[in-house]
Structures are given as C-alpha cells and as structure tokens.
C-alpha cells in the first residue's frame, strides 16, 4: 500500500469521480424534475445533516460527552452568528468562551 503509483492512481480515481458527481448535478438538474415535496425535503435534509455534524462534534470527545466548555463555545457562536456578527467575532468569541470555562476549571 506504501507504493507511489498505487497512491497516485487511487488519487486520480478519487479525484475523477469527485468531479464526475460534482458535474453530474448541473447536466442532470435540466433533465430530471422533482415534486416540490421531495425538494423541500432535500433542503431539510441539508440542514438536518449540517445540524447533526455539529451536535455530534460539539457535543462528544473521543467515545465519551465532551463536557460543558465546547457546547458553550458552540452556543455562544451560534448565537453570536444568529445574531450576523462577523465571522472572526464569532469564532473569537467561541474560543474565549471555552477558554475562560476551561480556565475556571470546567472540562
């Protein structure tokens, strides 16, 4: 598995069919119509997937919870960009609220 020509070939693989369903969804979108009820659904189940990502990253570490300083950075920058600071506020703010937590002594 260390050999170079193996790595490349699985790269190149990779990366074609990458592209090749990056570029299937503006050749198809034309062709095929979709109810507005499967639509809708799809847009839900975007934010319902970006949803899931962050509950599971923010709320757990290795194969346990991840304690109370990570969730609270993840809400106040939640709120902080519900609230349409800019992005650097929010993340420094995120960061400052873990830090501080974690600081008094809160994992």
């Known amino acids: 598995m260390n ?8 790269t ?9 369903f990056r570029l299937a969804g503006p050749f198809l ?3 095929i119509t979709f109810p507005p009820r499967a639509e809708r659904l799809i847009e839900v189940s975007t934010v319902v997937l970006l949803a899931s990502l962050v ?3 923010a709320l ?6 991840a304690g109370v300083a990570r969730p ?3 809400l ?4 902080l960009a519900w609230r349409k600071v800019p992005f650097l506020g929010v993340v420094l ?10 600081l008094l002594g809160i994992p």
């Open 3 to 10: 050999d170079p020509v193996v790595l490349i070939t699985a």
């Open 12 to 20: 190149l693989v990779l990366a074609g069919g990458t592209f090749a």
């Open 29 to 31: 979108r034309s062709r």
């Open 55 to 57: 509950a599971t990253t």
């Open 60 to 65: 757990t570490e290795g194969h346990g919870p």
């Open 72 to 74: 609270a950075g993840v």
């Open 76 to 79: 106040a920058a939640g709120l």
């Open 93 to 102: 703010a995120a960061a400052a609220v873990t830090a501080v937590l974690r």
